[in-house]
T-cell receptor, first 112, second 111 residues
Framework: NAGVMQNPRHLVRRRGQEARLRCSPMKGHSHVYWYRQLPEEGLKFMVYLQKENIIDESGMPKERFSAEFPKEGPSILRIQQVVRGDSAAYFC??????????FGPGTRLTVT | RKEVEQDPGPFNVPEGATVAFNCTYSNSASQSFFWYRQDCRKEPKLLMSVYSSGNEDGRFTAQLNRASQYISLLIRDSKLSDSATYLCVVNMNTGFQKLVFGTGTRLLVSP
């Protein structure tokens, strides 16, 4: 399967714990984008990364959220000290630099 | 004004009907536009890209009106499997590929 892969698909965390979401882009893609979708809302851009670089993180909350895309391995979105409001679907998309982005199946984070 | 606006619907249509959705965007510098389809609790899937005045792919036709800053999606001969949420997406042309999503228009096709 050469599509975008995300894991885990479902993640449950208690308030105050850390959440780590992983994304492996489509084969041949080096551009990764993270989006968040709250229940009954549209997708909101969070961060755009290329290998080892954060290109734009204008949609990322200033505190508790961080993202990386190391030279080897998947991109990781990290949420520290999760709160109930972080419960959402987190989608990763990838591209080869063209405008079209292709999405992974998402990680559904539930904070209890 | 929202960057991308869509009528949330739902649009309820019978099989075989023709249905059209409109979407307006605020950034006149936007260069590329897309329609994605999202099924319940799943990832958005790219349906069509729109770069010039329009694009057609089988039963689906997208049109772009730059002067009025709106994009439309027309679905002909609706199928039950077309039931989904259709997302209007605009590339904001900020120097890199930053997509802004509308909240979607829900379509329900009934037998």
């Amino acid at each position: 399967n050469a599509g975008v892969m995300q894991n885990p698909r479902h993640l449950v965390r208690r308030r105050g714990q850390e959440a780590r979401l992983r994304c492996s882009p489509m084969k041949g893609h080096s551009h990764v984008y993270w989006y968040r979708q709250l229940p009954e809302e549209g997708l909101k851009f969070m961060v755009y990364l290329q290998k080892e670089n954060i290109i734009d993180e204008s949609g990322m909350p200033k505190e508790r959220f961080s993202a990386e895309f190391p030279k080897e391995g998947p991109s990781i979105l990290r949420i520290q000290q999760v709160v109930r409001g972080d419960s959402a679907a987190y989608f990763c998309a990838s591209s080869n630099g063209a405008p079209e982005q292709y999405f992974g199946p998402g990680t559904r984070l539930t904070v209890t | 004004r929202k960057e991308v606006e869509q009528d949330p619907g739902p649009f309820n249509v019978p099989e075989g009907a023709t249905v059209a959705f409109n979407c307006t965007y605020s950034n006149s510098a936007s260069q590329s536009f897309f329609w994605y389809r999202q099924d319940c609790r799943k990832e958005p899937k790219l349906l069509m890209s729109v770069y010039s005045s329009g694009n057609e792919d089988g039963r689906f036709t997208a049109q772009l009106n730059r002067a009025s800053q709106y994009i439309s999606l027309l679905i002909r001969d609706s199928k039950l499997s077309d039931s989904a949420t259709y997302l209007c997406v605009v590339n904001m042309n900020t120097g890199f590929q930053k997509l802004v999503f509308g909240t979607g228009t829900r379509l329900l096709v009934s037998p």
